[in-house]
T-cell receptor
Framework: EAQVTQNPRYLITVTGKKLTVTCSQNMNHEYMSWYRQDPGLGLRQIYYSMNVEVTDKGDVPEGYKVSRKEKRNFPLILESPSPNQTSLYFC???????????????FGPGTRLTVL | QKEVEQNSGPLSVPEGAIASLNCTYSDRGSQSFFWYRQYSGKSPELIMSIYSNGDKEDGRFTAQLNKASQYVSLLIRDSQPSDSATYLCAAANQAGTALIFGKGTTLSVSS
C-alpha cells in the first residue's frame, strides 16, 4: 500500500530532551516536507526537501532540524524541545513539485507532540 | 508573506444542499491550487486540484479558479453529514517548494 508513515504517533516529553520523529514514504517520491498544525494558525511548513541533495527551511524552522540521507526517509529532529513546540506534526511527500507547479502532496497520519 | 485566506465558518447546510467554500490567495505567481478535507485529529486528504481558470468537476465536487481575481472556490452538491469536516484551501508558491494553506473552513451538514 502506497503511504507515508510517521512514528511515533503520540509523544509526551519534557523540555530539553532530544527527540526524533521519523517519516518514511514508499512511493519513491522526490519531495518531502514537514508541517506543524496549531489551532488558529493552520498548517505551517517547517522544512522541505526537493530531493536527497536539496533541503531548505520553510516558514517556521526555528528549533528544528532535518536530514535526507535517503529518498524514502525524512526525520524531524528537535534537539532541545520547548513547550511552544507542542503541536500536531505532519510529514508529506509528492512526486516532484517542479518549478511553478506543485504536485499532489500525500500526508502522513500525524504525530501529536506534547512538551512539558 | 504570501497568504491564503478562508472564512473560518462554521458553515452550516442541511443535508442535500449545496455547500459553497471560498478562498483568496495573495501570490500572483501561484499556478496550482488544492482543496483538502480534514477530519478532526486526522491528516488532510486531497479532494481536488485545479490549475487552469474555470471549473473542474469530480463527482459531487466542483472547483472553480479565477486567477485574475485570485479566487478559488469549492462547491459540494448534495451535501451529506459525512462531508462535515474542515476544508483547507492551498496554493503552491511560485517556486513550487511549498503549499501555502488557509486556516480552513469548518463545514457542518445536518441531517
Amino acid at each position: 500500500e502506497a503511504q507515508v508513515t510517521q512514528n511515533p504517533r503520540y509523544l509526551i516529553t519534557v523540555t530539553g530532551k532530544k527527540l526524533t520523529v521519523t517519516c518514511s514514504q514508499n512511493m519513491n517520491h522526490e519531495y518531502m516536507s514537514w508541517y506543524r498544525q496549531d489551532p488558529g494558525l493552520g498548517l505551517r511548513q517547517i522544512y522541505y526537501s526537493m530531493n536527497v541533495e536539496v533541503t531548505d527551511k520553510g516558514d517556521v524552522p526555528e528549533g528544528y532540524k532535518v536530514s535526507r540521507k535517503e529518498k524514502r526517509n525524512f526525520p524531524l529532529i528537535l534537539e532541545s524541545p520547548s513547550p511552544n513546540q507542542t503541536s500536531l506534526y505532519f510529514c508529506a511527500s509528492s512526486p516532484n513539485p517542479g518549478a511553478g507547479v506543485a504536485d499532489t502532496q500525500y500526508f502522513g497520519p500525524g504525530t501529536r507532540l506534547t512538551v512539558l | 508573506q504570501k497568504e491564503v485566506e478562508q472564512n473560518s465558518g462554521p458553515l452550516s447546510v442541511p443535508e442535500g444542499a449545496i455547500a459553497s467554500l471560498n478562498c483568496t490567495y495573495s501570490d500572483r505567481g501561484s499556478q496550482s491550487f488544492f482543496w483538502y478535507r480534514q477530519y478532526s485529529g486526522k491528516s488532510p486528504e486531497l479532494i481536488m486540484s485545479i490549475y487552469s481558470n474555470g471549473d473542474k468537476e469530480d463527482g459531487r465536487f466542483t472547483a472553480q479558479l479565477n486567477k485574475a481575481s485570485q479566487y478559488v472556490s469549492l462547491l459540494i452538491r448534495d451535501s451529506q453529514p459525512s462531508d462535515s469536516a474542515t476544508y483547507l484551501c492551498a496554493a503552491a508558491n511560485q517556486a513550487g517548494t511549498a503549499l501555502i494553506f488557509g486556516k480552513g473552513t469548518t463545514l457542518s451538514v445536518s441531517s
